[in-house]
């Protein structure tokens, strides 16, 4: 291992305990494949907002609406973050202080919802999110979730089951319709949910956490909605993560209609947080400016050709892909056809031995339960922004499934991950460039 001290001096000499440790994650970060379908790698000048003395100020509030006296700059930071994220979506209002996704999701709920309120969202073991009505969660702890799914494997198949989400929403009349999801590889189109949100006088939220950079980069559909010129014929609020496909610092944001913007503000601030991290604004607005450019749109472009490289070659080692591919950053593959006895938990296990890292994952009426489970998800960010493209996708897949075929075989184990310190070798991650 290098000495990675050039990244941060001062921690390395004050603190060489802390040191050691960051540079133990920077050579992991550099030198192993980072195939988290939620992972990124932000930009140096991400970086370098995010570690800028903002993180000193108190702001408690809203720009040129502070509990404290100095916010005269932290107000033009914010506004700057504000301004840029609402053109780059078109959106009606900008709300930039979340902490983190599970915090914008908590804001909307805590804006539109009473406790004990219905509300229909996607199953978790389908591709929802914990805060989309898990028991272990807040959301499903507070509110009345009630779920739908994804239609049956087949030609097709396995995408969001329209007939059955409008068949619950007319029993149960929910007060909140949410889709979005942490592991679902389709586009989903706005239009019919709109449709029947507005038939059953329900509203709608779309939680954008993974999409949002392709969004942004107008590669997927936007859902963003506005109540400015007649009838909103998007989703009412929509929510993301800035870390995702977007690329910028770890954290959260909301978009929404004019017509909710109040509440949506006065649910984030004083409803759920106390001082926002303008230190993370500051590097949310870096990441907004980076997201307008066209470089961002090819990027973008080269991360979904990227997913769909990956997936046919998945599919060329043997797996079962969900859905049967990709429309986005991200791939859901069963692991059975490839070989009935491996779970994703082992699958995880062996890869990470190799300097492989995902994640497992739960396939759609999945037998194994979500510790064990018979999936793996994989997605392409933060090697496309390291630079890889579909050669190196297809050779990856050649990887895996040689790994996960000689599994016991702990020397040939150690041939794949000498063969991916090689690759990432000719990649570094921007933070090395
Ligand atoms: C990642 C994710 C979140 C939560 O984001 P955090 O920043 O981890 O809190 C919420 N919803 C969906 C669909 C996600 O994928």
């Known amino acids: 291992m290098s000495d990675y001290s050039r990244f941060y001096p001062l921690v390395s000499v004050q603190d060489p305990e802390l040191g050691a440790i960051l540079d133990l994650e920077v050579w992991r970060q550099s030198s192993t494949l980072q195939l988290i379908a939620s992972e990124n ?43 840029r994220l609402k053109e780059l979506f078109g959106a009606d209002h900008a709300n930039v202080q979340p902490h983190a996704g599970a915090n914008a999701n908590a804001a909307v709920y805590l804006a539109l919802l009473k406790p004990g309120d219905t509300v ?3 199953r978790l073991d389908q591709g929802g999110h914990l805060t989309h009505g898990s028991p272990v969660n807040f959301s499903g702890q507070l509110y ?27 029993e149960h009349r929910p007060r909140l319709i949410v889709v979005g999801a942490t592991a679902y590889t389709r586009v989903i189109d706005v239009e ?3 449709r029947i949100a507005d038939e059953v006088g329900a509203y709608l939220m779309f939680d954008a956490a993974h999409v949002a950079g392709l969004i942004a980069a107008g590669v997927y559909p936007s859902p963003v909605g506005s109540s400015k010129s007649g009838k909103n014929i998007g989703a009412d609020v929509v929510t993301f993560t800035t870390h995702k496909t977007m690329r910028g610092p770890r954290g959260g944001a909301i978009l929404c209609t004019e017509e909710l913007s109040a509440s949506i503000d006065k649910a984030v601030f004083p409803g759920l947080q106390g001082g926002p991290l303008e230190h993370i604004i500051a590097a949310k607005a870096v990441a907004f400016k980076e997201a307008s450019t066209p470089e961002f749109v090819k990027y973008q472009k080269a991360v979904i050709a990227n997913a769909q490289s990956l997936a046919s070659a998945l599919a060329d080692q043997g797996f079962r892909l969900v859905s049967g591919g990709t429309d986005t950053h991200m791939i859901v593959a069963d692991m059975r056809n490839f070989d009935k006895e491996l779970t994703g938990k082992e699958a995880q296990e062996v890869l990470d031995r190799a300097g492989i890292t995902c994640n497992r994952n739960q396939i759609p009426y999945d037998p194994r339960s979500p510790f064990v489970t018979s999936g793996l998800r994989f997605g392409t960010p933060a090697e496309t922004t390291a630079g890889m493209g579909r050669a190196e996708m297809a050779y990856i897949a050649e990887l895996i499934g ?13 041939q794949v991950a000498e063969e991916v310190t090689l690759l990432c070798s000719k990649f570094p991650p921007p933070f090395m460039q």
Not at 44 to 53: I, N, P
Not at 155 to 166: A, K, M, Q, T, V
Not at 402 to 414: C, G, K
């Open 41 to 83: 790698f932000a930009s140096k000048a991400v970086l370098e907002a995010a570690g800028s003395v903002l993180t000193n100020k108190y702001a408690e509030g809203y720009p040129r609406k502070r509990y404290y006296g100095g916010n005269q700059f932290i107000d033009r930071v914010e506004e700057l973050a504000r301004t």
């Open 120 to 122: 229909l969202a996607m």
């Open 144 to 170: 009345n979730f009630v779920s739908y799914g994804v239609t049956p494997a087949g030609p097709e198949g396995e995408r969001i089951d329209l007939e059955n989400l409008y068949q619950l929403a007319r």
């Open 192 to 194: 019919p949910l709109r």
């Open 402 to 414: 040689q790994v996960l075929r000689n599994r016991a075989d702990e020397a040939a184990v150690s």
